[in-house]
């Protein structure tokens, strides 16, 4: 069994940084792992993603630039490094592992989900 447990999201002002990190347990080497967000009443949405390795990354546009996905040289955690912050980033962010390689993009190539750590960025 697989757990993902993420930390380090809080109230922030707008052009500050936080960086999340998601540690994962269980059968986890050589997973992609991946972050989304959700905020009130929209849809989860894709953010960023790695490979195994941290290697090859993928971002969506809107975090393109500002945004930055690593893992650790264990493949067991996966950081987010959020800079200049806005309040159109203020969501629930999920971290999700795929055991499988697929569309990382999207929400059903992963199999395991985080519980979500809440980012609220005010103007």
């Known amino acids: 069994q697989v757990q993902l447990t993420e930390s380090g999201g809080g109230v922030v002002q707008a052009g500050a940084s936080l960086r999340l990190s998601c540690a994962a347990s269980g059968r986890t080497s050589r997973r992609a792992m991946g972050w989304f967000r959700q905020a009130p009443g929209k849809e989860r949405e894709f953010v960023a993603a790695?490979?195994?390795?941290?290697?090859?990354?993928y971002y969506a546009d809107s975090v393109k630039g500002r945004f930055t996905i690593s893992r650790d040289s264990a493949g067991n955690t996966v950081y987010l490094q959020m800079n200049s912050l806005k309040p159109e980033d203020t969501a629930t962010y999920y971290c999700?592992?795929?055991?499988?390689?697929?569309?990382?993009?999207?929400?059903?190539?992963?199999?395991?989900w985080g519980q979500g750590t809440q980012v609220t960025v005010s103007s």
């Open positions: 790695a490979n195994w390795s941290g290697g090859s990354t």
């Open positions: 999700a592992l795929a055991l499988a390689w697929g569309v990382l993009t999207q929400m059903d190539a992963y199999d395991y």
